[in-house]
């Protein structure tokens, strides 16, 4: 059996739950879990030491880490990392730091696994926006992301010591700043619970209904191409499809979104499905689990107050 290396998956500067998914994924395709957590201060990596079913933890130490660029990233981490089958997230950073990694190696790289069996020598994943499976043989090494809320994560009773390795000398170029939009809400690849709106929305003025009811479910706000493309405050990093995130929630709720092809690529996984929509026709009724058949105006007003009889 090969040797696994998990990249840890960070969100704001600590090690993402889903790190945890992702040794899972690791411990059925091989063995002998090296953990690599990408930082530019080694204190982060604690916090993974208690993962269970890793059997190393390296702390690639770099100010490379500091912004996301795919080529400094894939040559700090290369630098660091043993040989073996490498297994990252399926964000939308780190399928791209995925496949530049595979291409460094010159090994495979298989994409939003969702499934492993055979010993770990097949792998199942999404292929024409969802549509349709596809299952691979893995025959040598090679670098597999892997979709979050898919693998049960492993539990936080284990012990591994952090070896920190500086990784700065190995590097020829690296992203000094980045600046973004500033944004205090959850990301929709973190969250379990997400509520999207669509064109229906009449404005973008009107997401404010949404994020009183994210706010009180915990969850992130989305939405559709439509939405982002015809409104300058809504930023792309909402957006949910097949050109923007692929998101793997408990709960989905999309409000005054039609429910195209390109949309359900990106969420059509989620476990629950609830649609708001005024027309009983619109093609995201047969997806959901739930269906509203009323408008956002109608139906917003009455979920969010039934939430704070039920939640306080
Ligand atoms: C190559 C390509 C890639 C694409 N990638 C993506 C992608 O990543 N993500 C994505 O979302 N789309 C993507 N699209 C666009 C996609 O085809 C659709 O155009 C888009 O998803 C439609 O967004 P929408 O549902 O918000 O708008 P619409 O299709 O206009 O639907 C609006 C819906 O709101 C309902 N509505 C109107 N008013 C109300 C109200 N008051 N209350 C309740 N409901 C109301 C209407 O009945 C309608 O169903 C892509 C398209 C292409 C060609």
Known sequence: MSDTIVIAELSKGKISAITNELVTAANQLGSNCTLVVPCNDSAIANDASSISGVSKIIAAKSGVFSNYDAASWAEALDAVSPSGIIVTSASTQSKDLAARLAARRTISVVQDVVEISNDGTVLTSPVYSGKALQSVKLS????????ANVFSPADNSGSSEVQVIDTSGNVTTALKEMVQRASERLDVSE?????????????????????????????AVGASRA??????????????????????????????????????AGMRSS???VAINKDADAPIFQHADYGIVATWEEALPILSSSLSNLLG
């Not at 040598?140 to 979709?147: H, K, T």
């Not at 909402?238 to 359900?264: D, E, F, R, W």
Request: proline fraction near 4%; charge should be negative; charged fraction near 15%.
């Open 191 to 219: 969250a379990n619970i997400i509520i999207s709106g669509g064109r229906g929305m009449g404005n973008p003025g009107n997401f404010s209904h949404l994020e009183e009811i994210a706010d009180k479910l915990g969850a």
């Open 140 to 147: 040598s090494d090679a670098v597999v992301s892997v979709r």
């Open 271 to 273: 476990k629950y499905i």
């Open 227 to 264: 939405a982002v493309d015809t409104w300058d405050e809504i930023p792309h990093s909402m957006q949910v499809g097949q050109t923007g995130k692929t998101v793997n929630p408990n709960l989905y709720i999309a409000v005054g979104i039609s429910g195209a092809i390109q949309h359900l």
